[in-house]
């Protein structure tokens, strides 16, 4: 540095300091305080003199400062500090015992007097306001459009709870008779009541298993059976092929390890999979055939789920558009179904595409990671 810049430096470094939007705060070898600057007095609340000569581990909350004075230690003990040159997302508190997340960057400076630290405070609250906002949105958007694709099953739906309640109704009527007559078959009663029960149980499954996947309550990761998640699926979408005459078959890979994921919304992705093949294959009133296929397979450190219908397939002008939101090709679609499924699968560190076959029809496909990126 030439002469004249370095005393600019020193005439102006207080100021600059000062004007800093993030807090500036140096520490001796000890963990103790020797400067801070304007945004670090206004972030945190205390006076310059309340802060100086102190540890910095005040700016913390208790079950942090312990952490970060075990740093301190092991740096005066060997040397070794953990958390220069690195950055690291930690919770901050203020003098009025306001916690906020903070990004703090640490750097060393060796001067002819010793070693000492610059740490620079980012406060994080509105960059993680925002990121939960974000969260939140895509979360709903992704309740709207399961209500959505249940929407469209109404009718398969609906069939595939009169249809046990229909066959409960007719053994209520059998029970009823039986009992009317002079020496009652108990035999016969109890089977029919016992069929009776079964039918009962079967619709409440069907409802179950529609309120476990529009409410989604909590979108905890799991280690999931991917082959069970669409055996389960399979239960909810079997009822809207039948509705369109299509044979819906599985290829479950035994061999398939468990993946890390959010169940309800890999099973979101590959509803919506199945519902789009249906429409592809509806559409051309099943011309190519009738079977639509639902495959997984362990390829690469990936687990694969594919859908391979033998329905329109994609037109060149349409693979460019497929995946953006509202992009739609049926009179009452919403096009938002591929947007979110992307978002969804990508979100899980996988990857979503689609070939067209080489017959008829398209495969759409999701990988999920086996070992998760954390
Ligand atoms: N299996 C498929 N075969 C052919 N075209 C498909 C298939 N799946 C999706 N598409 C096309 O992608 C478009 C967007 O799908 P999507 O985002 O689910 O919205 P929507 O189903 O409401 O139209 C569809 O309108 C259709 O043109
Ligand atoms: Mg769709």
Redesign the pocket.
Known sequence: MNAERAQWLADYAPQILDAVVDAIITIDSTGRMLSVNAAAIRKFGYTEAEMVGQPLAMLMPERFARVHQGYVENYLANGQAKIIGVGRELVAQSKSGHEFPIYLAVSEIRTDQGVFFAGIVRDLTEQKAAEEALYEQRERLSQVARLSTMGEMTASIAHEINQPLTAISMYAQACMKLLKMDDVNTDKLDDALSKLNRQALRAGAVIERIQRFVRHEDGERQMVDINALVSDLGHLAAGDARLHGIDLQFDLDPGLPSVLCDPIQVQQVAL?LIR??I??MHEIGCANGHQLTVSTYCEGGNVEVAVI?C????AED?TDL?FSAF????KD???????ICKSIIEDHGGELNFRNNEACG?T?YFRLPVTADE
């Open positions: 919506n789009n093949a429409d592809a219908d329905g329109t397939g994609v349409q497929l992009h739609t090709t049926k679609g919403m096009g938002m179904g591929l947007s398209s759409f």
